[in-house]
């Protein structure tokens, strides 16, 4: 009997690679001198304590954890039931999150992973499992039998985007019979997901239905401020009002921050949920503090000052180096150059931060950073990088090795004309995924670069292409590639610091890619106003159609999706056809139901999405 776990990688739910990654693999086969069904119960001892490792002390759906593990241990003993020999596999991983691949070259940026487990042999299965604790946002993909009962396969799939970064705990089992032997297998696998990776002080986190906005900045009276977006929209198919909230205010008592970094953490606090963490600088050092989730919106306790000689912002996220992946910060230092500092999550490594490693002292005075872990040097792993301002210069750097003396590149200078502290994220565009960066400009507003990573790109960047002048002077920005806009892809969403002011701007992720006017937060929304370009709705043909959308109180145009739901009339369900303010073609249809004066006619409706206005009815004109 065989087994293995096979862990795919998909985009918009097409697989991106030919090969598959495979783990736990495990050939067992009757031995007449090893018959070891006595193990059974050290197995399950040993997956109790996997799971004290992982989540001890917390519970998942609220049922205490040792129970879950409990749960497993006697689908175990169901597979090992009678037989005479048997065997237990296990590992652990960590995903890199959306838009990397544990890397095979060439490959595209992803947005799920599928877990299968399959088990086959010459002889007919018998018992067989799987299952994921806590199961949060992973999707059952069910279980399959096949060839007469030979072979069997259970798959998960796990949307890297909305998912949670975890851990989960994956158990599977199978056993086989024939006349003489019967064997039992169980593999069992505990996988993380690295969100986490790049820095910034605007996130969109796993928590909540489709991934809140979560946003932490410096307040002007010390300490810090936390603002939020429950992106549960209320008055559409998924409910909710796209409203922040906040300021919440907390850690007063550690005086003037300047600046900080968040991160939806990859492993810790409830099962399935992690916590928020952020790095802040107050003076020359660091500070780490983190929230646990469903707790206060103000309670983030302060777990660790560290280092000194900082000045500039902190940029911190989680990479997946380690069994739970080490948190990472780079930040400018005082007296030139950059500081790099790492945290050690593991089990048993007392969450001990280790440096300062400090490197590029020759470029002088650094001014601001942005770090990612991009989906390029050691498979599996990726490579730390850095884009710092340095003047009016922006300068790209790459860690050239994993452990120290760590050794980084030389500056690579390819934007001048900037200000304050830049935001960059390795995106989904292209197959391997493009550099995407936003920028301060002294004259005002924001300039976006962007690098094609693909293979046979000679890996420049592109810009500046410059956006929001109206929002004057920007101390600093955060960029995100969020879950809105086209599968697969992915709309640019953007948090500004204006003074004592914060901005909300969104790029729609299909030509020609325009940005959103700001929506500053602690000003009233505007209301969105819609029209149509007058026509004659045809039924069952082509008719041209252009939604016009424009902020009521500005008049200024807004870009939006529009959507159609045909499904009442026979159609396809709700999905996008066009955009606001430029023309789409569609054909229309209707159904007829009821009889006599009892018949009515039933009509397709429309409605208009845009993040930042929510959602807003179409009236078509059939009535």
């Known amino acids: ?33 090893d018959v070891g069904i006595g193990e059974i119960f050290q197995w399950v001892s040993d ?37 005479n020999q048997g065997t237990n596999v296990g590992d652990r991983i960590i995903l890199l999150g959306p838009g990397a691949l544990p890397a095979w070259p060439g490959i595209e940026a ?23 604790d806590p199961v949060g946002k992973i999707i059952d993909l069910e279980e399959r039998r096949y060839n007469e009962n030979h072979g069997y396969e259970r798959s998960f799939s796990i949307p890297l985007k909305n998912a949670a970064p975890g851990p989960y705990f994956f158990s599977f089992g199978s056993g086989d019979k024939d006349s003489f032997y019967k064997v039992g297998v169980t593999s069992l696998l505990t996988l993380g997901i690295a969100q986490a990776r790049h820095s910034g002080f605007f996130i969109q986190s796993a928590l909540g239905s489709r991934g809140n906005f979560e946003v932490v900045v410096p307040r002007a009276g010390g300490g ?17 009002n796209l409203d922040w909230h906040g300021p919440v205010d907390f850690a007063a008592d550690i005086g003037h921050v300047d600046s900080a970094s968040l991160i939806h953490n990859n492993n810790f606090g409830a099962p399935g949920l992690g916590n928020l963490e952020l790095v802040a600088r107050t003076g020359d050092r660091l ?35 380690g069994i739970r992946g080490r948190f990472e910060v780079v930040v400018p230092r005082a007296d030139g150059g950059m500081l790099y500092f790492w945290r050690d999550n593991d089990p048993g490594a007392g969450y ?66 900037v200000s304050g502290t830049p935001a960059w994220i390795q995106g989904w565009h292209g197959r391997v995924g493009n550099y995407e ?29 410059e956006f929001a002048v109206q929002l004057g002077y920007v ?86 999706q529009v959507f159609i739901d045909s499904s009442r009339v026979g159609g396809l369900p709700r999905r996008m056809v066009g955009v606001t303010n430029r023309p789409f073609t569609y054909t229309f249809r209707l159904k007829t139901v009821g009889h006599g004066e009892d018949q009515e006619t039933v009509y397709p409706t429309g409605s208009v999405e845009c993040p930042i206005y929510g959602t807003s009815g179409i009236d078509f004109g059939f009535q």
């Not at 992803?110 to 067989?128: I, K, N, Y």
């Open 437 to 465: 960066l936003v920028t301060p400009r002294p004259e005002g507003g924001l300039a976006h670069y962007w690098r094609n990573n693909d293979p046979g790109q000679n890996l420049t960047w592109n810009g500046p292409f």
């Open 47 to 83: 997956v109790i304590s996997l799971g004290k490792d992982i989540y001890a002390g917390f519970t998942t759906g609220g049922k205490a954890w040792l129970d879950v593990v409990k749960d497993v241990g006697n689908l175990v003993k169901d597979v090992f039931a009678g037989k």
């Open 287 to 321: 500070v780490d503090l983190w929230h646990p989730s469903g707790t206060s919106a103000d309670n983030w306790p302060v777990s660790a000052f560290f280092g000194s000689g900082a000045s500039g912002n902190p940029a911190l996220l989680q990479s997946a180096f």
């Open 1 to 33: 009997m065989e087994s293995q776990i096979e862990i795919n990688f998909f985009r918009g739910g097409t697989p991106v690679q030919q090969e598959v990654m495979v783990i736990n693999y495990t050939s067992q086969h009757p031995d007449i001198t």
């Open 224 to 240: 810090l401020s936390y603002f939020w977006r429950d992106n549960f929209w209320q008055g559409n198919p998924l409910g909710g």
């Open 352 to 417: 001990m931060w280790h440096g300062p490693f400090i490197f590029a002292t020759d470029v002088g005075h650094v001014d601001g950073v942005a770090l990612i872990l991009s989906n390029f040097g050691t498979p599996g792993m990726g490579q730390l990088e850095v884009v710092a301002r340095i003047g009016n210069s922006l300068a790209h750097f790459r860690r050239l090795n994993d452990e120290p003396p760590y050794s980084w590149s030389g500056a690579q200078f390819f934007a001048e004309g």
């Open 475 to 560: 101390d600093s920005v955060s960029l995100i590639q969020s879950n809105y806009g086209t599968k697969g892809l992915g709309c640019l969403d953007v948090v500004a610091r204006v003074g004592d002011r914060l901005a909300h701007l969104q790029r729609i992720d299909v030509p020609p890619y325009s940005w959103s006017d700001p929506y500053f937060f602690e000003t009233p929304r505007g209301h969105l106003v819609l029209r149509l370009e007058p026509y004659q709705p045809p039924l069952s043909q082509p008719v041209r159609v252009t939604v016009f959308a424009e902020d009521g109180t500005t008049h200024q145009p807004v870009d939006c």
């Open 110 to 132: 992803v947005d799920e992973a599928r877990v299968t487990f399959r088990a086959w042999s010459e002889d007919d299965l018998t018992t067989s499992f799987g299952r994921v």
